[in-house]
Structures are given as structure tokens and as C-alpha cells.
């Protein structure tokens, strides 16, 4: 078993191989699909890295996948489907479909602005951890009906004997489509995050680091990029491992955590 709360710089696949069986509770990461990403010459290799994840994971532990497609000539490649029905061949859950929604600059061509990327929840079994990030419910205090419509309270009666005067709460679960501004949530100490091509919003891995895991549970981002996983697992008290192909990655990654704590 590797040092938790370190970063290793080498081919992720080797890598979890000195893992135990069973020992990950969330991983958080965001692989170089198809050529949207330059990822230093090195060649993704998504089945076997897959089945790693899946013998590292926990019964009970989360995978979130951040992934999208390219369009090559007008053509969505479809990839990030394919990577799910594999997930799912062996052994995963597809938990959740959840959508990251970003603000992105404004492309010209004949389809409508990409606004948004995959994040497949996977679990091995049913997750053991729920979290959920919650919001002011519009209609608290207000009665459910059976057609779906709401109540007020008044002139209700029949509905409370068939019902049991059901109340909506004052909080509810949000949905599964969460926004986020793209590089959203670094710090000016932080700029270095940006040699990375590919940076995904600090508050999309705490939201999903709070959601699957509890502190001192264990993060695994094997494709680390400029460790914005680890950065924030450190900051919310969990335990953590990441890996990376590249040197020049690693050494970011590595000053990041080296920063003050701030808040998310």
C-alpha cells in the first residue's frame, strides 16, 4: 500500500496496482478524453485503468467521472456513453447522471453552445455514503397532494385523512444538474492550476468529496492533472492519494497543497 496524503508522479495503471483490494472511498477525476486534451503524448488506456479502479474501490465506495465528447467534423463521438456501458460491464453501479453545467466563451458553428459535461456517478453496491447538498424548499410548510400539486393548508381536510397532513420540509435535495464557473474557486496564489488544460472547479470536487465521503475517508484522483481532488480532500479533512503521468503536473499539484487553507 502507497503513503496516503502524497502525490506520485508515474503511469496511474502501475500505480494503483500497489493499492489493496478495497481500500478507496471516492474517486474524483476527469481522464483526457478523446483529442480534446493534450496530455503530454501519453496514451489513455481506459479499459485497464478501469478495472483497477474497480478492485480499489470499496463496496459501498463512488466513482464521479467528469467526462465529455469531441465532435469531429459535426460528429459527436459518443465516448463518454461507451466509457459508461463499460463501467457498468464490470461490475460498476451507474449511480447517478449528473450534468456539470459551465459558463463557457461562445463558439460559432451550426449546433447550440456546449454547455456542459457528464459526471458519472458509479458505486461498487449501493454507496455507504449520502451527503446530499441541499436548498430552500419554494413550497415548505405546504401540503403534498397525491395529483403532485401543492396545498396551502386551508380547506384541505379530505387530503390530511388520506394523506396524514404530509408537510414539505424547509430543506429539500437539490437536482443533479450543478453550475459552475470554468476555473471557478482558485486563489491568486493559484494561477499555476492554469499550465493545466483542463481544470475543473474546486467547489465541484468539495461538493462531491462531501456528498461520498465522511473525513478521514480516502480520495483517489489517478489522473490528478494539476491536483485540484487532493487540494480540496486535504482541505476538508480527508485522507488522500494522487497519481500523474507528468513531472511538470506533479510538481504543480504538489505546490498547491503546500498553500494556505483557505475556505471553500
Not at 502525490?7 to 481522464?31: F, N, Q
Not at 415548505?140 to 397525491?146: A, E, I, K, P, S
Not at 473525513?215 to 487532493?230: A, C, F, Q, W
Request: one cysteine or more; proline letters at 4%.
Amino acid at each position: 500500500m502507497l503513503e496516503l496524503n502524497q502525490i506520485y508522479c508515474g503511469d496511474c495503471l502501475e500505480l494503483m496496482k500497489e493499492l489493496d483490494d478495497g481500500c478507496v472511498d471516492l474517486t474524483v477525476t476527469s481522464p483526457p478524453y478523446d483529442n480534446l486534451r493534450t496530455y503530454k503524448g501519453y496514451n489513455f488506456d481506459f479499459e485497464p485503468i478501469v478495472r483497477e479502479l474497480f478492485r480499489v474501490t470499496k463496496q459501498g465506495g463512488v466513482v464521479v467521472w467528469v467526462v465529455g465528447d469531441a465532435t469531429i467534423k459535426g460528429n459527436e463521438t459518443g465516448t463518454s456513453f461507451k466509457q459508461a456501458l463499460y463501467f457498468k460491464e464490470i461490475g460498476f453501479n451507474l449511480h447517478d447522471t449528473m450534468i456539470y453545467a459551465s459558463e463557457k466563451t461562445p463558439l460559432t458553428h451550426k449546433r447550440y453552445e456546449q454547455g456542459f459535461e457528464y459526471m458519472f456517478v458509479f458505486s461498487k453496491g449501493s454507496p455507504i455514503t449520502f451527503n446530499p447538498k441541499t436548498k430552500k424548499n419554494k413550497y415548505q410548510g405546504q401540503n403534498c397532494l397525491r395529483n403532485g400539486n401543492w396545498a396551502s393548508g386551508k380547506d384541505n381536510s379530505a387530503m390530511r385523512q388520506r394523506k396524514g397532513n404530509l408537510l414539505i420540509k424547509e430543506n429539500g435535495i437539490i437536482n443533479n444538474i450543478w453550475h459552475y464557473k470554468t476555473g471557478g474557486g482558485h486563489t491568486t496564489k493559484d494561477k499555476n492550476a492554469f499550465d493545466h488544460p483542463a481544470v475543473f472547479p474546486e467547489q465541484l470536487a468539495a461538493d462531491h468529496i462531501t456528498t461520498w465521503t465522511n473525513p478521514n475517508d480516502i480520495v483517489l484522483d489517478p489522473m490528478n492533472g494539476s491536483g485540484t481532488s487532493t487540494k480540496v480532500a486535504k482541505k476538508l479533512n480527508r485522507r488522500f492519494i494522487g497519481f500523474d503521468i507528468s513531472e511538470e503536473y506533479c510538481k504543480i499539484a504538489e505546490e498547491r497543497l503546500k498553500q494556505e487553507i483557505l475556505p471553500l
